[in-house]
């Protein structure tokens, strides 16, 4: 079964550093797009930083301070995050675009979530 499983989230002070993980696993061909997203309580998910095709896109708000990077041959993703804000504290979701040994089309997949709280 293939399945997206993060790591890293945390609590972490105003300015301090998290490194996320998303790591693919199960039977995949191959993997198109993968992205971070976050969800604030009470507001709707938002991209964050998106890896594709060798090019990388990022929200306003973080940029400068996360960076996006991928291990094609691990399926791997991280997101470092650096120079927290307090407004970065959310539920962080990685997804990715993937198509799987037991399909002939692309599907869209999501990580379970992790939580990231910065304090003031």
């Known amino acids: 079964q293939v399945q997206l499983v993060e790591s890293g989230g945390g609590l972490v002070q105003a300015g301090g550093s998290l490194r996320l993980s998303c790591a693919a696993s199960?039977?995949?061909?191959?993997?198109?797009?993968m992205n971070w997203y976050r969800q604030a309580p009470g507001k709707q998910r938002e991209l964050v930083a998106g890896s594709s095709g060798g090019s990388t896109n990022y929200a306003d708000a973080v940029k400068g301070r996360f960076f996006i990077s991928r291990d094609n041959a691990k399926n791997t993703m991280w997101l470092q995050m650096n120079t927290l804000k307090p407004e970065d504290t959310a539920v962080y979701y990685c997804?990715?675009?993937?198509?799987?040994?037991?399909?002939?089309?692309?599907?869209?997949?999501w990580g379970q979530g992790t939580q990231v709280t910065v304090s003031s």
């Open positions: 997804y990715a675009l993937m198509r799987p040994a037991s399909t002939f089309y692309r599907r869209s997949y």
């Open positions: 199960g039977l995949i061909v191959s993997i198109d797009s």
